[in-house]
């Protein structure tokens, strides 16, 4: 339960930062569904200069109950990448009480993947140059769209403190959410760490001092995908907390930053 006050916490604390407006808001990436529900819209950033520009989807995190792409790690990520001239693309998707749980929340984010793709034209992106990217849940919905679109490849996936194995989502809040979330889906049948490896290069990211995530969920995901013929590297932060992405005058997160534009450079 700390764990989850710091993160909210530090969500709530001023920007720290100067953001960069969307190029695009309120894309949609998808027919608009009737009824309830998180719309499936998304927001673009694109640099200044001429294309083709790399590009990166990022996934938003919040516990699959919270959350949304103008939260504060999204709009600094966003405007870092920016200023390496990558176009961003931060779709929304729904969550638990608001349209959906894992199973449509995995589509949304797939189909936000897809559209982007698809839209390499109109936006003057590279096509052999589009990563993925997701924070805490967002990194499990996006390598779960990944494990969908095992046809594409991608430059890079980027998981930052992502929940990787839903059966060690026991006691505490894990054991409020996980039948939430995944209905009477088999927690194993569902998590990334048993998925077979993708076969694009993945990089995590992972913080010692995640009380939320433990970094040994990190470090069993990268074993058992090596082990299957994937190509994954972790990097890992000492006496990081989960969500360092949030508090931009950090340290951590001036390194974590550093790394993430490292991994995407890297051939």
């Not at 699959?64 to 961003?88: D, F, I, N």
């Not at 929340?105 to 936000?112: K, L, P, Q, S």
């Not at 039948?179 to 998590?191: A, N």
């Not at 990268?222 to 006496?239: A, F, I, K, M, P």
Request: proline share 8%; with cysteine.
């Amino acid at each position: 339960m700390r764990g989850i006050v710091r993160s909210v916490s530090s969500l709530l604390t001023p920007l720290q930062f100067a953001p960069t407006e969307p190029s695009h808001r309120d894309q949609p990436y998808r027919p608009r569904r009737a009824g309830r529900g998180i719309p499936p819209l998304a927001d673009v950033y694109l640099p200044s200069g001429g294309g083709p520009y790399p590009s990166v989807v990022l996934v938003h995190g919040g516990g699959w109950v919270l959350g949304h792409r103008g939260m504060k790690p999204m709009r600094y990520l966003a405007s870092k990448l920016l200023e390496q001239g990558y176009a961003v693309c931060i779709p929304e998707y729904r969550m638990v009480f608001r349209g959906g749980r894992l199973d449509e929340a995995v589509d949304d984010v797939t189909c936000a993947v897809q559209w982007w793709l698809e839209s390499a034209e109109r936006f003057g992106l590279d096509p052999k140059r589009v990563s993925l990217s997701g924070l805490s849940a967002g990194a499990t919905l996006m390598l779960l769209a990944a494990d969908r679109l095992k046809d594409v490849g991608f430059r890079r996936l980027l998981a930052v403190f992502g929940v990787y194995d839903f059966t060690e989502m026991h006691g505490g809040v894990g054991k409020l959410i996980r039948p939430l979330l995944l209905r009477e889906r088999d927690p194993r049948s569902v998590s990334p760490l048993y998925r077979e490896p993708h076969p694009s290069p993945v990089t995590l990211f992972h913080g010692t001092e995640d009380t939320l995530v433990p970094h040994s969920q990190a470090v069993a995901f990268r074993d058992r995908w090596n082990s299957h013929g994937g190509r994954v590297d972790l990097v890992t932060y000492e006496g990081l907390p989960h969500a360092f992405f949030n508090d931009a005058r950090s340290k951590g997160c001036r390194a974590a930053t550093e790394g993430m534009l490292t991994a995407l450079g890297l051939e």
